[in-house]
């Protein structure tokens, strides 16, 4: 029996994620979801993921004959999984050309089975300190609380009133207790 439930859940496992996140060769995956991506020495490229709308964080880090290393701050974006998903930015050919695109701002591009576009919302994360971007997790914590963003395994939305409304009216009783138990105490602290 043991050996079954082992069996099937290898052939299951598999099936799990459908979609697959791939990074450009310039570009770094540093989170998914909120949750940092496990990175060796050599930066991971392709990611297993479920399709839907996934939070991806990512960076471009390249090394220049003409000048030497750049990278840039980290993007958030919001990137619709479907399949092979591929996430890609400018191509850029010198060190000149790359730091002027630094100050300005990276485009990127996200091209999936179904669809190729531009993320319009890219937004890069701010840390503070000797090693600003070393928990990328806290940042992408802090990021989605000031922001309103709620972030599941396959989805990413923006927490609005209305929405706030909808889940209240779609709990059941013991849930609007608890509810109205906790706004009772934190309206008195």
Do not use: C
């Not at 310039?26 to 990175?39: M, T, Y």
């Amino acid at each position: 029996m043991k050996f079954t439930g082992l069996f099937l859940t290898l052939a299951i496992s598999p099936f799990a994620f459908s979609g697959e996140i791939v990074a450009s060769k310039d570009i770094q995956v540093l989170a998914l979801n909120g949750a940092k991506v496990s990175s060796s020495f050599l930066s991971v490229k392709n990611i297993k993921a479920e399709d839907g709308n996934q939070q991806v964080v990512v960076k471009y880090s390249t090394n220049f004959r003409d000048g030497g290393l750049l990278e840039s701050r980290p993007y958030i974006l919001t990137v619709d999984v479907q399949g092979k998903t591929e996430i890609t930015t400018n191509k850029l050919y010198s060190y000149a050309q790359a730091s002027q695109k630094l100050r300005t701002g990276l485009e990127w591009f996200v091209e999936n089975e179904k669809e190729q576009y531009q993320v319009k919302a890219a937004e890069q994360l701010k840390g503070d300190g000797f090693i600003p971007y070393s928990d990328i997790e806290g940042l992408v914590s802090t990021y989605n609380n000031d922001n309103d963003i709620e972030v599941t395994s396959n989805s990413v939305k923006k927490i609005t009133t209305n929405s706030l409304i909808q889940q209240y009216k779609a709990a059941d009783i013991e849930q609007k207790k608890q509810f109205k138990m906790w706004l009772i105490n934190s309206e008195t602290k």
